[in-house]
């Protein structure tokens, strides 16, 4: 089955517009074959949480390279009313039990897994095994030994693994990237990156549930401070230090409520980090020797907007941008599989993060101790 | 000597422009007799480094309530320069050898130590037994010990003491007290401060000198961290965990180049900071359960600004002050001597920093372990 999907794929090989730099492997004969208009992939959410119902169906209405064709629920209310709202056919409605015969529905070229976080590694393996594509939330999963099952599980079957880091497509983030590869003052010191916000009581409550989140604010949202150092500095931090505070202990009795960390990387920077579900905090900060950049809010789905400094001096404003940063995603990961070019946040992209976050709870198990990554 | 400085100081108590919210302890009577200008107070700087030349001196030429009545240097070149530069009379001019004798000095009321943090605690000792009251720059001492040495010589003789802490004196720094004490957007949840500079080689040298400094970044910037956490929260932290890294042994071979700690307050608040020399980084940010402020950058002597939100909404934008810190810091502690009031920035606020420091660099002692407070 995935051998035949990958054939299939193939036949449908096109050059979209490129989001990516890497040059095209395809031959000069592929070129001549390319459609004027290739066909839009088909996505199927699973799971449709408030992160579904708001941010990906909508943007997969205007998106260009792939549209909502199917959906896994387990609740028969959602069921019926997103098929109506989105002209979902009846056979390509599927529930958590008749899941795996997704396999052989030719409308749906990839599945994003929008469930809890315990369930992401399970969920992308059997995506991997039906041959479909697969574009999993953020954290990739609870550990690195998962992610690098899921990396396994993806080559295996011959589909392409992506996760749901949807700050890749905005411009302002693109920009610190580019100040990263580009270094225009020189080297970098020092990131401050903090995400948190005060989360509800019953809004995604599993979020809150060890069990199923793996850990709290930390796989949440700080995992959006380790990307920003990781992308600010273009490096892989080397040691982390993390500490850990907690003022409601009925809330979190279960996951992380505020934590602290500081990363090392090789080339000397150094970072400090805040991530919290208790409390509100969105930032990006990096100090070059010979300059700054800023982004504050930093990882919002609008809004993000910042400075660049050249020593103390503002030199650029890196102004809000109206993009739609998960529809940018997914028409980039569409485009990625049609021509066959690995996800810019690929399955290993992921996983760098969740052997950060490995050696994060490590640190806070001991305390506070430096733990090699 | 003090009982007599202290006796002459009495006859010419009056009540200046109230800088103070504490109400006036004279009676009616002595209010009767308030000239109606209150004789400018003489200070003396003890040290002439780049603070009291570009900072301190330039200050007291345009303060309403003091001025350079005198100097201490052990620069004979210095001595010509300033005393031509500043119409200082031969007479008010003492090296380290007769500093002691200043206590015979009618024209010097107040001493400003500006010498590097050794030997803070020294020559305001020797002050306070000349009679004179005194300003210390901060960091007040090296320890806590210290400074509560110098805290006690000041009571037994009879003088007041002040920390050269100037931002207590700037507009929007005092927005954020406000904002502590009023608390509109309730309960404080956290509290980011950084502040670090990278230091050049030949520029005040002493800072990397551990006997001079006591310690490195922590002291000299990361004491504005402090200080931002605690007016912030108006809070004392009854906590601490600290960090270190290092990537340029050679330059800070004896002293701390870049510090991280976090700080848990009774009522909840936690802190995370950033001190370095050798990167840049100023800002202080404050998340408020319904609201937050930000200032940055939050500890210059010049164009500290920032915003106030109610939730993620920005209410308030406060605007750059073109106030003289060091000159209301000095206004202020002269008015207070004038009336008998205690400064804003006593010895007993610098204490409290000297307190937290002690715990930061136990807490790095131990590879970062919680330390109370």
Redesign the interface.
Known sequence: MPQNSRRSFLKDLSVGLGAFSIANPLPDLAAEAVPKTPRKLGIALVGLGNYSTKQLAPALESATDCYLSGIVTGTKDKESVWRAKYGIKKANTYNYENFDSIASNDDIDIVYIVLPNSMHAEYTIRAAKAGKHVICEKPMALNAAEGQAMIDACKANGVMLSIGYRLHFDPNTIEIMKLAEERPYGPI??V?S?A?F?IGNNLDAWRLNRELAGGGAVMDMGIYCIQAARYATGEEPIAI?A?E?K?DWGKFKEVDE?V?W?M?FPG?A?S?S?T?Y????N?L?V?Y?QG?ALLEPATKYTGIKGRVFRG?NPVRTLEVQTVNQQERQMDGFARGVREGIPSIVSGEEGLRDMKVIDALYRSLAT????VEI
Chains 1, 2 share one sequence.
């Open positions: 010191k020092y401050q903090e948190a005060a230090r500490q505070t003022t505020t602290t500081q090392e000397g150094y400090n805040t919290s208790n409390l509100r905090a930032r900060y100090s020797a700054a103390q305390g506070g101790k430096r």
